[in-house]
C-alpha cells in the first residue's frame, strides 16, 4: 500500500528551515539527501529549545539507528519550509519520531518520514533511560494519529 502524505495538524510541533542553493539537485527541486539534514536539524533544535538534550555536556546523547523518508512533490530553493515533528513510540531508551516536510503555505507533506534515537551514555554508548527532561519533551509533541 501506497504511502499517503500527512497533513500540518498530526504533529505536534514546527520549526521553520530555510532551503539552501546546495540543497537543489541538477533535475531543479532539494535533494533527497537533504531531507535527512533537515529532520537531524529539526530534532535536535526541539530537544535544545526544550532543555531535553545538553549536546556538548550532557551524560547522554542521542544515536540514530534507523531513518526512513517517503516523497510525495517536489520542493525547491529559495523556499523555507515546515519541518513538523511528533513522537510515533517512546520507548526506555528510545524514541521513534515523526517528521513533515511541508512546502509554503501547504497543508500536505511533501515528504515525510522517521528518524529512531537510542538515548546512550556519552562516555560507554550503551543504552540509557530517557532522563525526565527528556521524556517530558517528547511526550508533549505527539501529534494526531494518522489512518
Not at 504511502?3 to 521553520?16: D, I, L, M, N, S
Not at 511528533?86 to 517528521?99: A, D, F, K, M, Q
Request: hydrophobic share 35%; glycine share 8%; net charge negative.
Amino acid at each position: 500500500m501506497r504511502e499517503t502524505p500527512h497533513t500540518r495538524h498530526a504533529y505536534g510541533w514546527f520549526t521553520p528551515m530555510p532551503t539552501r542553493w546546495a540543497d537543489n539537485d541538477v533535475y531543479g527541486h532539494v535533494n533527497n539527501t537533504a531531507y535527512y539534514g533537515f529532520f537531524d536539524s529539526a530534532v535536535n533544535r526541539f530537544l535544545i529549545e526544550e532543555n531535553a538534550l545538553d549536546i556538548e555536556n550532557g551524560d547522554q546523547i542521542g544515536l540514530v539507528v534507523q531513518t526512513s523518508c517517503h516523497y510525495f512533490s517536489p520542493l525547491a530553493f529559495p523556499d523555507v519550509l515546515d519541518i513538523g515533528m511528533r513522537t510515533e513510540r517512546v520507548g526506555n531508551s528510545s524514541v521513534v519520531y515523526g517528521l513533515g516536510v511541508f512546502g509554503p503555505e501547504q497543508d500536505s507533506a511533501s515528504a515525510q518520514g522517521q528518524f529512531v534515537h537510542v538515548y546512550v551514555d556519552r562516555k560507554s554508548r550503551k543504552p540509557k533511560p530517557l532522563n525526565k527532561n527528556l521524556r517530558r519533551a517528547v511526550m508533549s509533541i505527539r501529534g494526531e494519529e494518522q489512518s
